[in-house]
């Protein structure tokens, strides 16, 4: 059996009933598991995770997608995380049973259906990416919703789906394939976001920093903490606990202390085994010493 996982980040995180009628859309589709979502008000932001049989899974992130489209005006639109729309990235995850030029194919599909019904522009990114300097959704998202306009009139960056004019109402949308990646965040007190911003700057891959570590400064300000806001691409090349011991070592001397990290959505259970292998000096911990792995089987 084919097994295929959506995780969309939607640009809503506070107005919960705004977020229940997206996620609604999820819940009602057959064949589908809705798995997890998570609201963020500081950026403003909704990541819905759930899988299911492709085709179905497909239907859901439509239908998701459109309801979010329907009420979701990016024109009154503030947050902390980067976004290029309503609909800001819809990636779609093989598990089991498919490759990944099968996950790539079906979100070329949906993200045409969209474009089309949505009336925006859609792009394709990673392994969907029509061209290599789509690769990086940080790529396709320069400029973010305010630079849109300027985005589109831009040669070479035309949609590859939908509309190829600024909808101001929807933004534009980015869809494609991947492999798993961990949405991990660590929040530091007091409140310096220059250091937070120059922290991240250092850590990540573009910067020289971590292979796989994708990294921003942003300020939490209900919270009153800042955030290291990270994607790790390839928890294999960059474990949770690299990226915490890296902080951990920015952060001395400088009047900062980690108050607490977070997972946005799910982790594969390996990452996880991986912190207790490396912070309890477990080299040798396997995975089938943990009884949920023979569970699952």
């Given at each position: 059996m084919k097994i295929l996982e959506c995780v969309p980040n939607f640009s809503e995180g506070r107005d919960e009933s705004k977020v229940e009628q997206i996620v609604e859309e999820v819940r009602k589709t057959s064949g589908v598991k809705l798995l997890d979502y998570f609201s963020d008000p500081d950026h403003n932001r909704t990541v819905v995770t759930f899988l299911g049989e492709p085709a179905a899974v497909k239907e859901a992130a439509l239908r998701a997608s459109l309801k979010a489209l329907e009420i979701i005006d990016m024109r009154a639109h503030r947050g902390g995380h980067p976004r290029l729309g309503a609909v800001d990235v819809v990636p779609f995850v093989p598990v089991r049973g498919m490759d990944m030029s099968e996950a790539a194919y079906l979100s070329q599909e949906m993200g045409r259906e969209l474009g089309e019904a949505g009336q925006l522009p859609v792009y394709f990114y990673a392994e969907a990416a029509t061209d290599p300097k789509r690769k990086k959704l940080a790529d396709i998202r320069k400029g973010e919703y305010e630079g849109l306009k300027e985005k589109l009139a831009t040669p070479g960056w035309g949609p590859d789906a939908g509309l190829s004019v600024f909808n101001p109402r929807s933004g534009a949308a980015v869809v494609g394939a991947r492999m798993p990646l961990i949405a991990f965040n660590v929040n530091l007190r007091p409140p310096k976001l220059d250091q937070a911003r120059l922290i991240a700057r250092k850590i990540r891959e573009s910067s020289g920093g971590i292979p796989s570590v994708q990294a921003l400064g942003l300020e939490l300000?209900?919270?009153?903490?800042?955030?290291?806001?990270?994607?790790?691409?390839?928890?294999?090349?960059?474990?949770?606990?690299?990226?915490?011991?890296?902080?951990?070592?920015?952060?001395?001397?400088?009047?900062?202390?980690?108050?607490?990290?977070?997972?946005?959505?799910?982790?594969?259970?390996?990452?996880?085994v991986d912190v207790v292998r490396e912070y309890l000096k477990m080299p040798e911990l396997d995975m089938k010493q943990i009884i949920e792995t023979h569970l699952l089987e």
């Open positions: 300000k209900e919270k009153g903490m800042v955030q290291v806001s990270m994607n790790l691409t390839d928890y294999r090349r960059a474990s949770i606990s690299t990226v915490v011991e890296a902080i951990r070592r920015e952060t001395a001397g400088k009047g900062l202390e980690i108050a607490e990290c977070e997972v946005v959505g799910l982790v594969p259970m390996e990452a996880l």
